[in-house]
């Protein structure tokens, strides 16, 4: 069954790789619903989405960097890079992690919020 918007925005709100801004945007726009308010809400909660999901190519990149390593670690690094890559060879245009895979879901569905 497909999830609704509620819910995955809740997934959003869930992952811990969803940064600050987008952690207040959807809580934002679930605290909007059924106000006067839902329609600016709501666009400010899409535009949030399309600026912080992460492409694939940027993904890449990101691990590529020094400040990749840091954050992943040695290990992790490699780990991240080698799926990053299988991903875009599979013609997936965005990173896979909680936060990105809830935005992606609900970008499909942005007519609807």
């Given at each position: ?32 619903v ?37 954050v ?34 609900l ?7």
């Amino acid at each position: 069954m497909e999830k609704t918007i509620r819910e995955l925005t809740g997934d959003l709100l869930a992952a811990p790789s969803a940064c600050k801004e987008i952690k207040d945007a959807a809580q934002n726009y679930l605290d909007a619903v059924g106000t006067e308010k839902e329609a600016d809400a709501a666009k400010a909660y899409v535009a949030e989405m399309e600026a912080d999901i992460m492409p694939i190519e940027g993904l890449i990149s990101f691990a590529e960097s020094d400040m990749g390593a840091k954050v992943f670690g040695a290990d992790g690094v490699k780990n991240v890079l080698l799926h990053a890559k299988e991903r875009k060879a599979a013609g997936e245009k965005y990173c896979d992690c909680p936060a990105c895979a809830a935005c992606e879901a609900l970008l499909a569905k942005k007519e609807e919020i």
